[in-house]
């Protein structure tokens, strides 16, 4: 095999764990691979590379655990999570560390966010040293799907922490007295604990308020649950999700001491996400960007299902799922959407010619004629005509 000898010193140096001498022979194997012609390997590569430093933007390997600013006993799998005394059900799920979980993709903002709080995290000692302390609590807060509970996960899989899932709902019980009584089993159980706490579909709580029956009782339990979130500050880490913000009053807001928020992705993330959910098919740039084209707007959950949609669709026609099978695949998915709201989805659900006569006319979208040809299985001359004809313009979609 060509390239053999690189890829074997590749392998050694991974074993190694000699990062600078993996990437020297990675650059040596692309080095050949262009000279020897092969784009496709190329650009493989370069994603590879690209995703990898992603990563590592995400993830500053300074976080250690120790110095993450938790204390408490060590929380294995024969620890049993508290339970409602009425019903039996568990208050909360516990998730150790050590599963990898998925790594969320942001935006630069939210990227920001939780980089300066996992390098906070990682250096509290050095903070305190100062009379600092670093933060302890996160409000996430966005629509659904958009990655605030894969957030929760990653968070504490970084930190190296068991996390502590509660949703409030579930500790709100049928019989209201014993709301408050749960609320302070979680917080004594999450203290006692080495972990992340994470405050699922928080905006539970705020429904409960607006309540009229059992005013007095809320009121109770608000206060127990504010009252712990002040004094979880002294234990550990605390991460609230909702996907209600407006349904927060502020006295809660006030409690998070850094606030997030997860939005739709935009087009540099959104296309991140489409080929991560696109595997192990490797779709094309061009591919890819034609999929983003279409779906702006949309949360990672339903890009996720969307590309699910076209994975069966290929492989349903028994097609190899090369970039044109995909192209027909992604406007069958979309012909079968309601509502979609938006021009050049809707074009390409009603007719793919058109859209080609769309995209070769839309200069934002960035490909020029002979990518376009690739990624829709058409020839160079069939996207002029088309562009040419602006047959887009006849639908009543694109007016
Ligand atoms: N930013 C993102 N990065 C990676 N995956 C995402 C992202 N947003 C959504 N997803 C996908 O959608 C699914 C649902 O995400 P989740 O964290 O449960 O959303 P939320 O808690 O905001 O409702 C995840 O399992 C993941 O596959
Ligand atoms: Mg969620």
Not at 188 to 216: I, M, Q, S, T, W
Request: net charge neutral.
């Amino acid at each position: 095999m060509e390239n053999f000898a690189v890829v074997q010193s590749i392998i050694k140096a991974a074993l190694d764990a000699d990062e600078a001498a993996v990437h020297k022979q990675v650059a040596r194997l692309e080095s050949r691979l262009r000279r020897a012609g092969a784009e496709k390997e190329v650009a493989a590569i370069e994603r590879l590379l690209k995703a990898a430093t992603e990563v590592k933007h995400l993830a500053p390997s300074q976080v250690v655990t120790s110095r993450a600013p938790v204390t408490g006993e060590t929380l294995t799998s024969e620890v049993h999570p508290p339970m409602d005394r009425e019903t039996g059900a568990q208050l909360c799920r516990i998730d150790l560390p050590g599963k990898g979980a998925p790594k969320p993709v942001y935006g630069p903002s939210a990227q920001e966010t939780i980089d300066g709080l996992l390098s906070e995290w990682g250096h509290s000692d050095t903070l305190k040293a100062v009379g600092v302390e670093p933060t302890r609590s996160l409000l996430i807060y966005g629509p659904p799907g958009t990655g605030k509970t894969i957030t929760g996960h990653y968070i504490a899989e970084q930190l190296g922490l068991p996390l502590v899932t509660a949703r409030i709902d579930g500790l709100i019980s049928s019989f209201l007295g014993t709301t408050a009584r749960n609320i302070a089993n979680l917080f004594d159980f999450a203290n006692r604990y080495a972990c992340v706490l994470l405050l699922d579909e928080f905006d539970a709580l705020a429904k409960l308020r607006d309540d009229p029956h059992e005013v007095g009782e809320i009121k109770r339990v608000v206060n127990t649950l504010l009252q712990n979130l002040d004094r979880r500050r002294e234990y550990g880490v605390t991460i609230a999700i909702t996907n209600h913000d407006g349904l927060l009053d502020p006295a809660v807001w006030r409690r998070f001491e850094t606030q997030l928020h997860m939005g739709e992705p935009e087009h540099v993330a959104r296309e991140t996400l489409i080929a991560r959910f696109m595997t192990p098919i490797n779709a094309d740039a061009a591919t890819i960007r034609i999929f983003s084209y279409c779906l702006p707007g949309r949360t990672g959950a339903d890009l996720e299902r969307i590309c699910q949609a076209v994975k069966r669709t290929t492989v349903m026609t028994g097609e190899a799922p090369d970039a044109s099978a995909l192209f027909k695949a992604l406007s069958s998915v979309l012909g079968r959407m309601p509502r979609l709201n938006h021009m050049p989805a809707e074009v390409l659900a009603a007719n793919p010619r058109a859209f080609v006569s769309l995209i070769a006319n839309d200069l934002e979208i960035g490909l020029d004629q002979k990518q376009i040809g690739q990624a829709t299985g058409m020839s160079q001359s069939q996207v002029s005509t088309l562009k040419r004809k602006k047959l887009h313009l006849e639908l009543p979609h694109a007016q």
